[in-house]
Nanobody, 121 residues
Framework: QVQLIESGGGLVQAGGSLRLSCAAS????????MGWFRQAAGKEREFVAQ??????YYGDSVKGRFTISRDNAKNTVYLQMNSLKAEDTAVYYC????????????????WGQGTQVTVSS
């Protein structure tokens, strides 16, 4: 079975940084789209970033602050989050899929359980 295990969440002050990791298992994911979504309390799930080979795409709210990357040898995708703001507080979900569709949940075939990121101000 496909499993996505997120890690790296936690509490950080505004302006700080966190690095999220998502380790995938059950498949070879080198050709898959991998990415991140987030959901803040009382809000809908929001697209954050996605990557496939050399192509990346970011949500407007995180562009310039977050960087997505991946290590296909480890079946792992990362989200480096810098200059964090209070509004970045959310549960962050790892996602993988087979089709490149930007800024959407349409491409997602598998979801992780989520990791909490809390930014204090």
């Amino acid at each position: 079975q496909v499993q996505l295990i997120e890690s790296g969440g936690g509490l950080v002050q505004a302006g700080g940084s966190l690095r999220l990791s998502c380790a995938a298992s059950g498949r070879t994911f080198s050709s898959y789209v991998m990415g991140w979504f987030r959901q803040a309390a009382g809000k809908e799930r929001e697209f954050v970033a996605q990557i496939r080979w050399s192509s990346t795409y970011y949500g407007d709210s995180v562009k310039g602050r977050f960087t997505i990357s991946r290590d296909n040898a480890k079946n792992t995708v990362y989200l480096q989050m810098n200059s964090l703001k209070a509004e970045d507080t959310a549960v962050y979900y790892c996602a993988v899929g087979t089709t490149w569709v930007v800024a959407s949940m349409d491409w997602v075939n598998y979801w992780g359980q989520g990791t909490q990121v809390t930014v204090s101000s």
